[in-house]
């Protein structure tokens, strides 16, 4: 038995769309109780902290309408069924950067929102950058623009919320630790 488990009892789908499914479990909890859980379900992400030769780092800004707002992140996207992680990694730094990698190196997974959701991101570093020739398409309904900055401006960045998502604090921590 895992430490603190709670057993589904009963599983109600609420709703399936494109990107996430939502459902209620009823479950036991491990005291004998009962309670309900909502429930995201994500097929999963990955992540990349892109390296330039000059050790910048790669960020897009994007608008997030949860949000209601612009930030600024490292590439990320979704893994299709069934892709690889390195694979789906790859093909997001082309189609939100222009850039592709010789060196990509997994770093660690990670939940996002444990507390609601099972989404789980893969992180990767891309370094020995080189722009594409044929720059893979956005998505049709993806809009961002290119950044390269120093660790410091990312820093700054952090400090007044232009980054707010937790994957690429994560990854400004990160390059900094290991500048």
């Not at 769309?17 to 429930?39: A, C, F, W, Y």
């Not at 222009?98 to 997994?106: D, K, R």
């Given at each position: 038995m895992k430490k603190f488990e709670e057993k589904t009892i009963d599983s109600n789908p609420i709703f399936k769309?494109?990107?996430?499914?939502?459902?209620?479990?009823?479950?036991?909890?491990?005291?004998?109780?009962?309670?309900?859980?909502?429930?995201v379900n994500h097929p999963g992400a990955v992540a990349i902290i892109a390296i330039t030769k000059d050790g910048k780092m790669v960020l897009v800004e994007q608008y997030r309408k949860p949000l209601e707002r612009s930030?600024?992140?490292?590439?990320?996207?979704?893994?299709?069924?069934?892709?690889?992680p390195a694979v789906t990694a790859r093909r997001e730094l082309e189609e939100e950067t222009?850039?592709?990698?010789?060196?990509?190196?997994?770093l660690q997974t990670f939940a996002t929102s444990p507390g609601f959701a099972d989404e789980v991101i893969h992180l990767f570093v891309a370094k020995d950058l080189y722009?594409?020739?044929?720059?893979?398409?956005l998505d049709e309904d993806e809009f961002v623009e290119l950044l390269e900055v120093t660790v410091e401006e990312a820093e700054q960045m952090v400090a007044n919320e232009q980054i707010y998502d937790a994957k690429t604090a994560f990854a400004v921590l990160w390059m900094k630790m290991n500048k």
């Open positions: 769309g494109k990107v996430i499914s939502l459902k209620v479990d009823d479950v036991t909890l491990p005291n004998g109780n009962q309670s309900k859980r909502e429930i930030i600024i992140e490292i590439p990320a996207g979704k893994l299709e069924p069934g892709e690889e222009g850039y592709g990698c010789n060196e990509l190196n997994y722009k594409i020739e044929e720059k893979a398409e």
